[in-house]
């Protein structure tokens, strides 16, 4: 299951399941320098990691429809 990371604030990650609900998780427990939007995956023996894929294609997505909203003036 993937999660994404909807935001960070006192030291915890509010974390976005695919339901659209949300859990907490202590930053600590979540790998170094995690940022908001981070698509997460938890290993086998339940350690998180970032799935770095997913989370290039979910920018560069969003990216997309930034532009498309506010278009660059020449």
Known sequence: ??????????????LELPDRSHITV????????????????????SEWLIDQKSTKK????IFRMMEQI???ED
């Open 1 to 14: 299951m993937e999660y994404i990371i909807d935001r960070i604030e006192n030291k915890l990650a509010v």
């Open 26 to 45: 202590p930053v600590k427990e979540l790998p170094a320098g995690v940022q908001e939007g981070d698509v997460l995956i938890q290993g086998e023996q």
């Open 58 to 61: 979910r920018r560069e997505r």
């Open 70 to 72: 506010f278009p660059k």
